[in-house]
Protein backbone atom coordinates (compact mmCIF):
# COMPACT_ATOMS: atom_id res chain seq x y z
CA UNK A 1 0.00 0.00 0.00
CA UNK A 2 3.00 2.14 1.00
CA UNK A 3 4.24 2.16 -2.87
CA UNK A 4 0.40 2.98 -3.91
CA UNK A 5 0.27 5.70 -2.07
CA UNK A 6 3.89 7.33 -2.60
CA UNK A 7 2.51 6.60 -6.49
CA UNK A 8 -0.93 8.68 -5.68
CA UNK A 9 1.09 11.30 -4.13
CA UNK A 10 2.93 12.03 -7.75
CA UNK A 11 -0.51 11.30 -9.53
CA UNK A 12 -1.80 13.91 -7.12
CA UNK A 13 0.69 16.68 -9.03
CA UNK A 14 0.06 15.66 -12.21
CA UNK A 15 -3.38 16.43 -11.54
CA UNK A 16 -3.14 20.12 -10.03
CA UNK A 17 -0.44 20.49 -13.38
CA UNK A 18 -2.98 18.76 -16.04
CA UNK A 19 -5.35 21.57 -15.08
CA UNK A 20 -7.88 19.42 -13.12
CA UNK A 21 -9.67 21.47 -9.94
CA UNK A 22 -8.37 20.41 -6.54
CA UNK A 23 -10.77 18.81 -4.03
CA UNK A 24 -13.00 21.04 -2.27
CA UNK A 25 -14.64 18.87 0.15
CA UNK A 26 -12.66 17.62 3.02
CA UNK A 27 -12.43 17.82 6.33
CA UNK A 28 -11.42 21.88 7.53
CA UNK A 29 -9.38 20.43 10.05
CA UNK A 30 -5.27 20.54 9.58
CA UNK A 31 -5.07 16.66 11.06
CA UNK A 32 -1.66 14.98 11.73
CA UNK A 33 -1.01 11.25 13.31
CA UNK A 34 -2.15 10.79 16.75
CA UNK A 35 0.45 10.46 19.71
CA UNK A 36 0.27 8.11 22.60
CA UNK A 37 -0.92 9.77 25.67
CA UNK A 38 1.88 11.82 27.48
CA UNK A 39 -0.18 10.97 31.29
CA UNK A 40 -1.13 7.71 32.38
CA UNK A 41 -3.39 7.87 35.00
CA UNK A 42 -4.35 4.58 36.05
CA UNK A 43 -3.00 0.86 35.13
CA UNK A 44 -5.91 -1.63 35.65
CA UNK A 45 -5.26 -5.20 36.11
CA UNK A 46 -7.63 -8.07 34.81
CA UNK A 47 -8.98 -9.91 37.66
CA UNK A 48 -9.97 -12.83 35.85
CA UNK A 49 -13.70 -11.70 36.62
CA UNK A 50 -16.24 -8.90 35.15
CA UNK A 51 -14.15 -5.94 35.34
CA UNK A 52 -16.46 -3.81 34.60
CA UNK A 53 -16.90 -1.65 37.76
CA UNK A 54 -12.59 -1.53 38.09
CA UNK A 55 -12.62 -0.25 34.57
CA UNK A 56 -15.34 2.26 34.81
CA UNK A 57 -14.11 3.61 38.49
CA UNK A 58 -10.57 4.10 36.45
CA UNK A 59 -12.56 6.17 33.93
CA UNK A 60 -14.68 8.19 36.84
CA UNK A 61 -11.82 9.01 38.63
CA UNK A 62 -9.17 9.77 36.00
CA UNK A 63 -8.66 13.80 35.11
CA UNK A 64 -8.69 15.19 31.65
CA UNK A 65 -5.64 15.14 29.43
CA UNK A 66 -5.04 11.65 30.84
CA UNK A 67 -5.49 8.02 29.94
CA UNK A 68 -6.49 4.50 31.49
CA UNK A 69 -3.72 2.27 30.16
CA UNK A 70 -4.86 -1.80 29.99
CA UNK A 71 -2.12 -3.59 29.48
CA UNK A 72 -1.43 -7.42 28.38
CA UNK A 73 -4.07 -9.49 29.74
CA UNK A 74 -7.77 -10.04 28.64
CA UNK A 75 -10.15 -7.47 30.59
CA UNK A 76 -14.12 -8.65 30.23
CA UNK A 77 -16.32 -6.13 30.72
CA UNK A 78 -19.85 -4.89 30.20
CA UNK A 79 -20.81 -1.24 29.25
CA UNK A 80 -18.32 1.62 29.75
CA UNK A 81 -19.13 5.36 29.88
CA UNK A 82 -16.08 7.80 28.27
CA UNK A 83 -16.05 11.02 29.93
CA UNK A 84 -14.45 14.38 28.47
CA UNK A 85 -10.88 14.28 27.89
CA UNK A 86 -10.19 10.95 28.96
CA UNK A 87 -8.41 8.06 26.83
CA UNK A 88 -8.70 4.65 26.67
CA UNK A 89 -5.73 3.29 25.97
CA UNK A 90 -5.84 -0.41 24.91
CA UNK A 91 -2.28 -1.44 25.06
CA UNK A 92 0.14 -4.44 22.57
CA UNK A 93 -1.08 -7.42 24.13
CA UNK A 94 -4.44 -6.13 25.59
CA UNK A 95 -8.08 -7.39 25.02
CA UNK A 96 -11.05 -5.47 25.97
CA UNK A 97 -13.56 -8.26 25.67
CA UNK A 98 -17.63 -7.00 25.60
CA UNK A 99 -19.22 -10.22 27.89
CA UNK A 100 -22.52 -11.50 26.00
CA UNK A 101 -25.22 -10.50 28.59
CA UNK A 102 -27.92 -8.71 27.01
CA UNK A 103 -29.00 -7.90 30.99
CA UNK A 104 -25.82 -5.82 31.45
CA UNK A 105 -26.71 -4.18 27.97
CA UNK A 106 -30.65 -3.68 28.37
CA UNK A 107 -31.91 -0.33 28.83
CA UNK A 108 -34.69 -1.21 31.75
CA UNK A 109 -37.07 -2.85 29.03
CA UNK A 110 -35.75 -6.52 28.54
CA UNK A 111 -36.22 -6.32 25.21
CA UNK A 112 -31.67 -6.43 25.32
CA UNK A 113 -30.83 -10.05 23.03
CA UNK A 114 -34.70 -10.33 21.74
CA UNK A 115 -36.65 -9.33 18.23
CA UNK A 116 -38.62 -6.57 18.32
CA UNK A 117 -39.95 -3.93 16.25
CA UNK A 118 -37.61 -1.73 17.28
CA UNK A 119 -33.96 -2.43 17.51
CA UNK A 120 -32.97 -0.17 20.12
CA UNK A 121 -33.05 -1.83 23.64
CA UNK A 122 -29.44 -2.36 24.18
CA UNK A 123 -26.77 0.24 25.31
CA UNK A 124 -23.80 -0.11 23.70
CA UNK A 125 -20.19 -0.88 24.84
CA UNK A 126 -18.50 2.18 24.69
CA UNK A 127 -20.20 5.17 24.72
CA UNK A 128 -19.28 8.57 24.31
CA UNK A 129 -22.25 10.84 25.08
CA UNK A 130 -21.78 15.09 25.11
CA UNK A 131 -17.79 14.22 25.60
CA UNK A 132 -15.16 16.49 24.30
CA UNK A 133 -11.42 15.50 23.53
CA UNK A 134 -10.02 11.83 24.56
CA UNK A 135 -10.58 8.68 22.46
CA UNK A 136 -9.58 5.50 22.41
CA UNK A 137 -5.66 4.46 21.54
CA UNK A 138 -2.89 1.55 21.52
CA UNK A 139 -2.58 -1.70 19.67
CA UNK A 140 -4.69 -3.67 21.31
CA UNK A 141 -8.13 -5.40 20.54
CA UNK A 142 -11.64 -4.49 21.44
CA UNK A 143 -13.65 -7.47 20.98
CA UNK A 144 -17.43 -7.65 20.64
CA UNK A 145 -17.58 -11.19 20.68
CA UNK A 146 -20.86 -11.17 18.01
CA UNK A 147 -20.33 -14.74 17.04
CA UNK A 148 -20.75 -15.86 21.19
CA UNK A 149 -23.70 -17.44 22.23
CA UNK A 150 -25.92 -15.05 24.57
CA UNK A 151 -25.95 -15.54 28.23
CA UNK A 152 -28.99 -17.81 28.81
CA UNK A 153 -29.34 -18.44 24.64
CA UNK A 154 -28.56 -21.10 22.20
CA UNK A 155 -27.86 -18.62 20.03
CA UNK A 156 -24.97 -15.72 19.07
CA UNK A 157 -25.77 -11.99 18.45
CA UNK A 158 -25.15 -12.75 14.64
CA UNK A 159 -27.75 -15.42 14.72
CA UNK A 160 -29.92 -13.49 16.47
CA UNK A 161 -29.59 -10.80 13.07
CA UNK A 162 -30.27 -13.49 11.10
CA UNK A 163 -33.22 -14.27 12.62
CA UNK A 164 -34.69 -11.36 13.02
CA UNK A 165 -34.35 -10.82 9.66
CA UNK A 166 -35.99 -13.92 8.49
CA UNK A 167 -39.01 -12.89 10.74
CA UNK A 168 -39.39 -9.23 9.80
CA UNK A 169 -38.29 -8.04 13.09
CA UNK A 170 -35.37 -5.82 14.30
CA UNK A 171 -32.67 -8.17 16.56
CA UNK A 172 -31.78 -6.01 19.83
CA UNK A 173 -27.61 -6.28 19.97
CA UNK A 174 -25.75 -3.70 21.55
CA UNK A 175 -23.28 -1.73 19.25
CA UNK A 176 -19.55 -1.62 20.01
CA UNK A 177 -19.20 1.99 20.41
CA UNK A 178 -21.64 4.83 20.47
CA UNK A 179 -20.66 8.22 19.91
CA UNK A 180 -23.09 10.98 20.78
CA UNK A 181 -22.77 14.86 20.51
CA UNK A 182 -19.53 14.46 21.65
CA UNK A 183 -16.63 17.32 19.76
CA UNK A 184 -13.07 16.31 19.18
CA UNK A 185 -12.95 12.36 19.08
CA UNK A 186 -9.68 10.78 18.65
CA UNK A 187 -9.43 6.95 18.09
CA UNK A 188 -6.08 5.54 16.88
CA UNK A 189 -4.50 2.17 15.80
CA UNK A 190 -6.73 -0.27 17.63
CA UNK A 191 -8.51 -3.26 16.30
CA UNK A 192 -12.11 -3.82 16.63
CA UNK A 193 -13.54 -6.83 15.66
CA UNK A 194 -16.75 -9.10 15.89
CA UNK A 195 -19.21 -6.54 17.21
CA UNK A 196 -22.69 -7.59 17.72
CA UNK A 197 -24.10 -5.21 15.74
CA UNK A 198 -22.05 -1.28 14.47
CA UNK A 199 -18.52 -1.44 15.27
CA UNK A 200 -18.41 2.79 15.32
CA UNK A 201 -21.78 4.85 15.13
CA UNK A 202 -21.26 7.92 15.42
CA UNK A 203 -24.26 10.87 15.61
CA UNK A 204 -24.21 14.68 15.49
CA UNK A 205 -20.42 14.63 16.24
CA UNK A 206 -18.28 17.46 15.32
CA UNK A 207 -14.70 17.14 14.69
CA UNK A 208 -13.56 13.22 14.66
CA UNK A 209 -10.37 11.10 13.72
CA UNK A 210 -10.60 7.87 13.11
CA UNK A 211 -6.23 7.00 12.11
CA UNK A 212 -4.85 3.43 11.73
CA UNK A 213 -7.55 1.27 12.93
CA UNK A 214 -8.16 -1.98 11.93
CA UNK A 215 -12.01 -3.31 11.74
CA UNK A 216 -12.41 -6.84 11.35
CA UNK A 217 -15.62 -9.25 11.05
CA UNK A 218 -17.16 -11.64 9.18
CA UNK A 219 -18.74 -10.93 5.91
CA UNK A 220 -21.83 -13.25 7.02
CA UNK A 221 -22.26 -11.23 10.12
CA UNK A 222 -25.65 -9.23 9.34
CA UNK A 223 -25.63 -5.20 10.68
CA UNK A 224 -21.95 -4.61 11.59
CA UNK A 225 -21.01 -1.47 9.71
CA UNK A 226 -17.46 -0.07 10.12
CA UNK A 227 -17.75 3.45 10.84
CA UNK A 228 -20.95 5.38 10.45
CA UNK A 229 -20.88 8.76 10.61
CA UNK A 230 -24.70 10.33 11.20
CA UNK A 231 -25.56 14.02 11.15
CA UNK A 232 -21.49 15.18 11.61
CA UNK A 233 -18.96 17.56 11.02
CA UNK A 234 -15.38 17.47 10.18
CA UNK A 235 -14.76 14.13 10.23
CA UNK A 236 -11.45 12.42 8.84
CA UNK A 237 -11.19 8.13 8.64
CA UNK A 238 -7.37 7.52 7.14
CA UNK A 239 -5.36 4.77 6.74
CA UNK A 240 -7.56 2.23 8.14
CA UNK A 241 -8.28 -2.18 7.74
CA UNK A 242 -12.10 -2.27 7.41
CA UNK A 243 -13.66 -5.87 6.65
CA UNK A 244 -17.20 -6.14 7.94
CA UNK A 245 -20.78 -7.87 7.02
CA UNK A 246 -22.06 -4.63 6.14
CA UNK A 247 -21.15 -1.28 4.75
CA UNK A 248 -17.75 -0.41 5.61
CA UNK A 249 -18.31 3.32 6.21
CA UNK A 250 -21.61 5.06 5.82
CA UNK A 251 -22.59 8.63 5.90
CA UNK A 252 -25.62 9.38 6.44
CA UNK A 253 -27.75 12.66 7.45
CA UNK A 254 -31.20 11.71 8.78
CA UNK A 255 -33.73 13.87 11.37
CA UNK A 256 -30.96 14.65 13.48
CA UNK A 257 -29.05 17.04 11.38
CA UNK A 258 -26.73 17.03 8.04
CA UNK A 259 -23.27 15.70 7.43
CA UNK A 260 -20.35 17.47 5.87
CA UNK A 261 -16.64 18.05 5.32
CA UNK A 262 -15.66 14.36 5.74
CA UNK A 263 -12.44 12.62 4.47
CA UNK A 264 -12.10 9.17 3.96
CA UNK A 265 -8.76 9.21 2.65
CA UNK A 266 -5.55 6.03 2.64
CA UNK A 267 -7.82 3.31 3.61
CA UNK A 268 -8.52 -0.51 2.16
CA UNK A 269 -11.85 -1.91 2.09
CA UNK A 270 -12.15 -5.91 2.49
CA UNK A 271 -15.18 -7.54 2.31
CA UNK A 272 -18.31 -5.47 3.46
CA UNK A 273 -21.12 -3.55 1.34
CA UNK A 274 -18.40 -0.84 0.35
CA UNK A 275 -17.99 3.15 0.82
CA UNK A 276 -21.85 4.70 1.43
CA UNK A 277 -24.18 7.51 1.28
CA UNK A 278 -27.34 7.04 2.34
CA UNK A 279 -29.80 5.41 2.42
CA UNK A 280 -31.11 8.18 4.90
CA UNK A 281 -29.96 11.68 4.01
CA UNK A 282 -33.28 13.80 3.90
CA UNK A 283 -30.98 16.96 6.02
CA UNK A 284 -28.09 16.61 3.32
CA UNK A 285 -24.90 15.60 2.86
CA UNK A 286 -22.14 17.69 1.17
CA UNK A 287 -18.72 18.20 0.92
CA UNK A 288 -16.87 14.80 1.04
CA UNK A 289 -13.34 13.69 -0.11
CA UNK A 290 -13.39 9.73 -0.70
CA UNK A 291 -9.05 9.76 -1.66
CA UNK A 292 -6.63 6.66 -1.77
CA UNK A 293 -9.42 4.03 -1.14
CA UNK A 294 -8.96 0.08 -2.16
CA UNK A 295 -12.30 -1.60 -2.13
CA UNK A 296 -11.25 -4.99 -2.49
CA UNK A 297 -14.06 -7.64 -2.99
CA UNK A 298 -17.01 -5.79 -1.37
CA UNK A 299 -20.32 -6.47 -2.70
CA UNK A 300 -20.86 -2.61 -3.44
CA UNK A 301 -17.77 0.06 -4.48
CA UNK A 302 -18.87 3.42 -4.29
CA UNK A 303 -22.55 3.76 -3.59
CA UNK A 304 -25.10 6.68 -3.13
CA UNK A 305 -28.50 5.06 -2.17
CA UNK A 306 -32.00 6.72 -0.98
CA UNK A 307 -35.44 7.04 -2.05
CA UNK A 308 -38.24 9.03 -2.24
CA UNK A 309 -38.88 7.79 1.84
CA UNK A 310 -35.63 9.44 3.35
CA UNK A 311 -34.03 11.37 0.23
CA UNK A 312 -32.15 14.53 0.43
CA UNK A 313 -29.70 16.29 -1.01
CA UNK A 314 -25.98 14.96 -1.62
CA UNK A 315 -23.99 17.18 -3.63
CA UNK A 316 -19.75 18.21 -3.68
CA UNK A 317 -18.74 14.70 -3.04
CA UNK A 318 -15.23 13.69 -5.17
CA UNK A 319 -14.00 10.08 -5.36
CA UNK A 320 -10.51 10.00 -6.53
CA UNK A 321 -7.73 7.24 -6.96
CA UNK A 322 -10.49 4.62 -6.33
CA UNK A 323 -9.25 0.81 -6.88
CA UNK A 324 -11.72 -1.83 -7.36
CA UNK A 325 -12.00 -5.75 -7.45
CA UNK A 326 -13.97 -8.33 -7.63
CA UNK A 327 -17.39 -6.47 -6.47
CA UNK A 328 -20.83 -6.67 -8.06
CA UNK A 329 -21.91 -2.93 -8.35
CA UNK A 330 -18.71 -0.98 -8.01
CA UNK A 331 -20.47 1.97 -8.96
CA UNK A 332 -23.69 2.48 -7.45
CA UNK A 333 -25.12 6.33 -7.71
CA UNK A 334 -29.30 5.25 -7.09
CA UNK A 335 -31.84 7.44 -6.47
CA UNK A 336 -34.74 4.42 -6.70
CA UNK A 337 -32.91 2.47 -3.74
CA UNK A 338 -35.82 1.18 -3.06
CA UNK A 339 -38.08 1.75 -5.87
CA UNK A 340 -41.46 0.37 -3.97
CA UNK A 341 -41.33 3.50 -1.60
CA UNK A 342 -43.62 6.46 -0.89
CA UNK A 343 -42.80 10.07 0.08
CA UNK A 344 -41.89 13.30 -0.50
CA UNK A 345 -38.50 13.27 0.67
CA UNK A 346 -36.72 13.74 -3.02
CA UNK A 347 -33.44 12.56 -3.28
CA UNK A 348 -30.91 14.75 -5.70
CA UNK A 349 -27.58 13.93 -6.44
CA UNK A 350 -25.23 16.48 -7.83
CA UNK A 351 -21.40 17.61 -7.79
CA UNK A 352 -20.67 14.38 -7.95
CA UNK A 353 -17.26 13.61 -9.48
CA UNK A 354 -15.18 10.27 -10.32
CA UNK A 355 -11.21 10.83 -10.74
CA UNK A 356 -8.89 7.97 -11.58
CA UNK A 357 -11.50 5.24 -10.68
CA UNK A 358 -10.29 2.12 -11.70
CA UNK A 359 -11.99 -1.23 -11.49
CA UNK A 360 -12.85 -4.92 -13.24
CA UNK A 361 -16.41 -5.53 -14.14
CA UNK A 362 -19.57 -5.34 -12.51
CA UNK A 363 -22.77 -3.39 -12.91
CA UNK A 364 -22.32 0.45 -12.79
CA UNK A 365 -25.22 1.95 -12.12
CA UNK A 366 -26.00 5.98 -12.20
CA UNK A 367 -29.61 6.45 -11.76
CA UNK A 368 -31.25 9.24 -11.03
CA UNK A 369 -35.21 9.99 -9.63
CA UNK A 370 -36.56 11.29 -13.06
CA UNK A 371 -35.39 13.86 -15.52
CA UNK A 372 -36.27 16.65 -13.07
CA UNK A 373 -34.61 15.75 -11.17
CA UNK A 374 -31.73 14.00 -13.25
CA UNK A 375 -27.68 12.71 -11.50
CA UNK A 376 -25.23 14.89 -11.96
CA UNK A 377 -22.15 13.66 -12.39
CA UNK A 378 -18.40 13.93 -13.75
CA UNK A 379 -16.01 11.58 -14.62
CA UNK A 380 -12.53 11.56 -15.52
CA UNK A 381 -10.38 8.82 -15.98
CA UNK A 382 -12.93 5.96 -15.16
CA UNK A 383 -11.77 2.63 -16.21
CA UNK A 384 -13.24 -0.93 -15.93
CA UNK A 385 -12.98 -3.94 -18.24
CA UNK A 386 -14.99 -4.91 -21.08
CA UNK A 387 -17.05 -6.69 -19.43
CA UNK A 388 -18.38 -4.32 -16.86
CA UNK A 389 -21.87 -2.93 -17.75
CA UNK A 390 -23.10 0.47 -17.85
CA UNK A 391 -26.38 1.28 -16.71
CA UNK A 392 -27.56 5.42 -16.66
CA UNK A 393 -31.05 6.52 -16.11
CA UNK A 394 -32.34 10.14 -15.86
CA UNK A 395 -28.45 11.22 -15.30
CA UNK A 396 -26.72 14.00 -16.79
CA UNK A 397 -22.94 12.66 -17.45
CA UNK A 398 -20.04 14.66 -18.36
CA UNK A 399 -17.36 13.32 -19.85
CA UNK A 400 -14.88 12.75 -22.56
CA UNK A 401 -14.88 9.30 -24.27
CA UNK A 402 -10.76 9.42 -24.10
CA UNK A 403 -11.21 9.25 -20.50
CA UNK A 404 -14.14 6.31 -19.84
CA UNK A 405 -14.40 2.40 -20.47
CA UNK A 406 -16.19 1.07 -21.49
CA UNK A 407 -18.06 3.65 -23.30
CA UNK A 408 -21.30 5.30 -21.98
CA UNK A 409 -24.40 4.06 -23.78
CA UNK A 410 -25.05 6.30 -26.57
CA UNK A 411 -21.18 6.94 -27.16
CA UNK A 412 -18.93 5.80 -29.07
CA UNK A 413 -15.31 4.23 -27.74
CA UNK A 414 -12.64 6.69 -28.24
CA UNK A 415 -8.75 6.49 -27.57
CA UNK A 416 -7.78 5.80 -24.07
CA UNK A 417 -5.05 8.31 -23.06
CA UNK A 418 -3.70 7.91 -19.65
CA UNK A 419 -1.52 5.54 -18.28
CA UNK A 420 -2.47 2.79 -15.88
CA UNK A 421 -0.54 3.11 -13.03
CA UNK A 422 -3.26 4.51 -10.82
CA UNK A 423 -4.00 0.71 -9.27
CA UNK A 424 -0.62 -0.58 -9.32
CA UNK A 425 0.28 -2.41 -6.12
CA UNK A 426 -3.05 -1.09 -4.69
CA UNK A 427 -4.41 -4.59 -3.80
CA UNK A 428 -2.53 -6.78 -0.96
CA UNK A 429 -1.65 -9.28 -3.20
CA UNK A 430 0.18 -6.87 -4.85
CA UNK A 431 -1.70 -6.91 -8.00
CA UNK A 432 -3.35 -4.36 -9.60
Known sequence: MRKRFRNLAILSVLTSLLGFPPA??????????????????????????????????????????AAVYLGRGEFRSGPLEMKSGV??????????????????????????????????????????????????????????????????????????????????????????????????????????????????AMNRGEGATFWGLSIDTPADARNTDGIDVGASQDVTITHSLIRTGDDNVAIKAGDNGSSSHISIIDNYFGSGHGMSIGSEVNSGARDILVRNLTLDGTTSGLRIKSDVSRGGLVEGVTYEYVCLRGNRWPVSFDAKYDPRAQGTKIPVYRQIVLRHVHG?????????????????????????????????????????????????????????????????????????
Not at 43 to 55: A, E, F, I, N, Y
Open 360 to 432: DTGLLLMRGLDEGHALDVTLEDVRFSRTATWQVEHAKVTADQSDVSPPLPGRAAGPLLRGSEVCSGAFRDGKG
Open 87 to 200: TLWVGRGASLIAIPEPAAYDKGLGQCGRIADKGDGCRPFISFSKTRGGGIYGEGIIDGQGGALIAGSAETWWQLARRAQAEGGHQNAPRLIQIDQAQNITFSGVTLRNAPNFHI
Open 24 to 65: KAQDRRIISEPVAPQTVCDRPVPSGKQDTTMLQDAIDQCPSG
